[in-house]
């Protein structure tokens, strides 16, 4: 049968049968042998890898391994911080733009409300000027003193002097007293 045989074919039969030897020269006494048939020109086997055991490793590595990846983790904590940061900013950004839009909407209504008062003062002060002094001290009698103190300043001196001359001694007092301190330039308090 091997005069049958060619050349290559011979070859790699003894290529096989070296590889099984290596193989079984390498695998362990105790290790479960296995046999494969290697056929002329078939694939040559892979080489068996003897499992090594490899031991713990001790503190002095686990503490190199730490301090070569230290300062990795604590840039990726820092750019995770960073980041957490920026949309946290972005959130505020966004909060402080619509507060301010809230804030010139009530500045504009704020102006349109005094603008209102100051008219409607105007107005109240025109029709006490317009009214009998009797009636409008008997009316500003019954208003809110510091109103009523506010509405006197606005009238004629003259005018608002006859219509406290027509009210009460007490509440023209009180009054009196309101306007004098609301002249005064230094804040009594």
């Not at 507060?99 to 500045?107: C, G, P, Q, T, V």
């Not at 409300?113 to 409607?120: G, N, P, S």
């Amino acid at each position: 049968m091997i005069d049958r045989l060619s050349r290559e074919q011979h070859r790699n039969a003894a290529l096989a049968a070296c590889a099984i030897a290596a193989l079984l020269a390498v695998m362990p006494a105790h290790a479960e042998e296995t046999v494969r048939q290697v056929l002329p020109g078939g694939q040559q086997p892979a080489a068996v890898q003897e499992l090594v055991r490899e031991k713990a490793p001790d503190e002095s590595e686990i503490q190199r391994f730490c301090s070569n990846i230290a300062d990795a983790a604590r840039d990726r904590r820092y750019a995770l911080q960073a980041e957490e940061l920026k949309q946290l900013q972005a959130g505020i950004d966004q909060r402080m733009k619509a507060l301010d839009e809230k804030r010139a909407e009530y500045e504009q209504w704020l102006k349109r409300r005094e603008v209102f008062l100051a008219r409607a003062e105007d107005g109240v002060v025109n029709i006490y000027a317009g009214m009998k002094p009797d009636a409008a001290a008997e009316r500003l009698a019954m208003v809110n003193s510091d109103l009523a103190a506010a509405i006197l300043m606005k009238l004629d001196s003259r005018k608002a002097g006859v219509i406290l001359n027509e009210m009460d001694q007490k509440a023209a007092a009180t009054l009196t007293g309101i306007m004098a301190s609301a002249a005064r330039r230094v804040d009594p308090s």
